[in-house]
């Protein structure tokens, strides 16, 4: 979820679960890159890569499988490789045109969102061709592993209006309670597919949650939970 809010002290907020198998290890967010100093994200072991990272320059990025696009294939490159690659540019919109401008195809369908203080970016691999770039605008942009704000994701058609209505992050009063209970909530309405926090069935759940705020001034917040937000605290992470 990216709330854009041009104009104000904290123009750019996201919150963000990952959902992943439970038996895929992996390393809470950190300068895990010696080759690019001052990039903080999470590392899986599995492939090296990341699901979410930020720069120094209050760049961040985030990577999500599209439908039908689950897990590994042996003749594409691992997907966490994406949000390292956006790492080496000082703005979103750099990093947008460095996406897209890769062969889409060398990677299995993605969906990735790039941000900073200026502005907010989806991006949509189909695995062949280039990604398309898509300029997401002031309000609130849902994505899953649909298009932003696609009332055809159940996710996204139940829990759309909840962060519409939802106060607002204050950052400067470390106040996240609204979002914070939307996070963790793991409750069923049509099915599990709507769930936002998801339960472990069959060795699949959501495995940790953030919180980003960037700020007019520079300033940078990532709140992480290791672990369901319904039970894991969400805790302020180093960045340097």
């Known amino acids: 979820m990216v709330l854009r809010r041009p104009g104000v002290a904290w123009p750019l907020l996201l919150a963000a679960n990952r959902d992943e198998r439970e038996d895929r ?18 590392r899986d072991r599995t492939a090296g890569g990341t699901w979410m990272a930020m720069n120094q320059a209050g760049v961040v990025c985030a990577v999500l499988n599209r439908v039908g696009t689950l897990g590994p294939a042996a003749d594409k490159r691992s997907r966490g490789e994406l949000p390292l690659l956006a790492m080496r540019e000082g703005s979103a919109e750099a990093a947008a045109a460095a996406i897209a401008a890769l062969p889409a195809g060398e990677w299995r369908g993605f969906n990735m969102v790039l941000a900073d203080a200026a502005g907010a970016y989806f991006l949509r691999g189909l695995g062949h061709g280039r ?24 996710r996204t058609a139940r829990h759309l209006p909840r962060f519409q209505a939802a106060p607002v992050p204050e950052p400067d009063r470390d106040d996240w309670a609204g979002w914070e209970a939307l996070l963790g909530d793991d409750s069923v309405a049509e099915g599990r597919a709507d769930t936002l926090c998801v339960p472990p069935v069959g060795g699949f759940a959501t495995v940790s949650s953030s919180l980003v705020g960037l700020a ?19 805790r302020p992470l180093h960045l340097g």
């Open 216 to 234: 007019a001034n520079g300033r940078r917040i990532w709140r992480f939970a290791h672990g369901a937000p319904n039970r894991a605290p969400f």
């Open 131 to 154: 990604a398309e770039v898509v300029v997401l605008p002031p309000g609130v942009s849902m994505v899953t592993a649909h298009d932003p704000n696609d009332l055809g994701s159940p």
């Open 25 to 42: 290890a992996w390393d809470a967010p950190a300068a895990h890159w010696p080759a690019q100093p001052g990039v903080v994200g999470g």
